[in-house]
């Protein structure tokens, strides 16, 4: 019998919808987040990626959540200081103990209030005990509209190609 990934020693968990954990942020671009071109530098983007997806993680898992894995993060649109950066994020998928979050950066235009795609993200958190620190075992994420679909569904091939990365990575 295939065990279910989504048990804890008290039986299964309830899943949870990625309405639980959609999280957004506004950020606003300081000279100290700058390079000297006056853009917002690729590592504070990073910065606010991680932690916009950890709350999300953190929302979905009721638990202190790390992150194991960042996928490529393509930088399409320099900021400038000054501007504002709104970043949302929600869990696509969760398996055993991890989770796919995805996260997305657009700039706001403050003449007309226009987004700009900046940048996306998908990351993978573990969910720790906060007892042992060791990675503990997540509810299942149920999507609820068609985007959430796709993106669940998207979120299971990726992991598939992550896993298979590692284990030739672990071959080498
Ligand atoms: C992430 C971490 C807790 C995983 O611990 P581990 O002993 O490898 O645990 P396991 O082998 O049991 O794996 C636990 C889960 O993590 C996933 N995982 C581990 N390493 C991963 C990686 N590099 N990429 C994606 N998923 C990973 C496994 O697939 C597994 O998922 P599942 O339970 O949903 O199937 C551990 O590697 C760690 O603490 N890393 C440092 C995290 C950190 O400090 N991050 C901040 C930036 S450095």
């Known amino acids: 019998m295939t065990r279910d990934p989504h048990s804890s ?5 309830a899943g949870r919808p990625v309405s639980d954990s959609q ?9 100290n987040d700058a390079n000297p071109l ?10 606010w990626i991680d932690i916009c997806a950890a ?12 992150t194991a894995h960042v996928d490529q993060i393509d930088f399409h649109r320099p900021v400038r200081i000054g ?6 994020a929600s869990v696509n ?7 796919e979050v995805g996260v997305k950066m657009w700039s706001e235009s403050r003449a007309n209030g226009e987004r700009s795609h900046v940048a996306s993200a998908y990351l993978t958190f573990v969910s720790l005990d906060p007892d042992t620190g060791t990675p503990r075992p997540v509810s299942p994420v149920i999507p609820e509209t068609e985007d959430e679909k796709r993106r669940y569904r998207q979120a299971l091939e990726r992991r598939e190609r ?5 284990k030739r990575q672990d071959a080498t």
Do not use: Q
């Open 38 to 47: 006056g853009n917002v530098m690729g590592g504070r983007v990073m910065h």
């Open 55 to 66: 709350i999300a993680a953190g929302r979905h898992a009721r638990t202190p959540v790390v």
């Open 93 to 99: 998928y969760a398996h055993r103990t991890s989770m």
């Open 23 to 31: 999280t957004e942020m506004t950020e606003i671009v300081f000279p």
């Open 9 to 13: 020693h008290d039986g299964p968990l």
């Open 83 to 88: 501007g504002v950066l709104s970043i949302k």
């Open 162 to 166: 992550r896993n298979a990365n590692r």
